[in-house]
């Protein structure tokens, strides 16, 4: 089945450092791709839609300056955490929609990255 | 605007009885609903969907849901927890013509040995 991987599974780094975080899609192209924030015990918040070839749409509240979306080919999305603080601590999660979907198919998650920033 | 709404953060079940996590539902047009279950430091699992067709629709570990239009429900069920059930479990609605999904705010499923 369609698998979705995403690296790197834990990150723990110094305020101001900018983290990348990378989702794949293995065995299929994703002309999209989303992007989610979890913070403990709660839901997933959307982020961005991260589309190929194109610039991200971001959500209503979210810094496009600090969450950096990349998706330069059909399997691989990238989210730039830029000069991160201990507040942007969380766990971030890709998924990706199965092709020409029509919106009937699930979409695919990848494992989630913990981003710790001291 | 469409959403799905979970009115119970946490549902503990004992070991072999029958388990229910509730969802309800708003949306404008059919609705295309998604159960995922997120084991501890994981991503989302998808478990089941109701696009159209039988109210009753049947998923992955053992897991059903009943799509209630009247009630405007889509509540999970098993009819006989394992103790591995234990997860967290989201209900979400496909975002009108996009594949953006809109997720419940989760269940924590506790099954009792």
């Known amino acids: 089945g369609a698998v979705v991987s995403q690296h790197p599974s834990w990150v723990i780094c110094k305020s101001g450092t900018s983290v990348k975080i990378e989702c794949r899609s293995l065995?299929?192209?994703?002309?999209?791709m989303f992007w989610y924030r979890q913070f403990p015990k709660q839901s997933l918040m959307l982020m961005a839609t991260s589309n190929e070839g194109s610039k991200a749409t971001y959500e209503q509240g979210v810094e496009k300056d600090k969450f950096l979306i990349n998706h330069a080919s059909l399997t691989l999305s990238t989210l730039t955490v830029t000069s991160a603080h201990p507040e942007d601590s969380s766990f971030y999660i890709c998924?990706?929609?199965?092709?020409?979907?029509?919106?009937?198919?699930?979409?695919?998650f990848g494992d989630g990255t913990r981003l710790s920033i001291l | 605007a469409q959403s799905v709404a979970q009115p119970e953060d946490q549902v503990n079940v004992a070991e072999g009885n029958p388990l229910t996590v509730k969802c309800t539902y708003s949306v404008s047009g059919n609705p295309y609903l998604f159960w995922y279950v997120q084991y501890p430091n994981r991503g989302l699992q998808f478990l089941l969907k109701?696009?159209?067709?039988?109210?009753l629709v049947k998923g992955s570990y053992g897991f059903e849901a009943e799509f209630n239009k009247s009630q405007t429900s889509f509540h999970l069920k098993k009819p006989s927890a394992l103790v591995s059930d234990s997860a967290l479990y989201f209900c979400a609605v496909r975002d009108g013509n996009t594949d953006k999904l809109i997720f419940g705010t989760g269940t924590r499923l506790q099954v009792f040995p």
């Open positions: 998924s990706a929609p199965y092709p020409w979907t029509g919106g009937n198919q699930p979409q695919h």
């Open positions: 065995d299929f192209q994703a002309t999209t």
């Open positions: 109701y696009i159209t067709g039988d109210n």
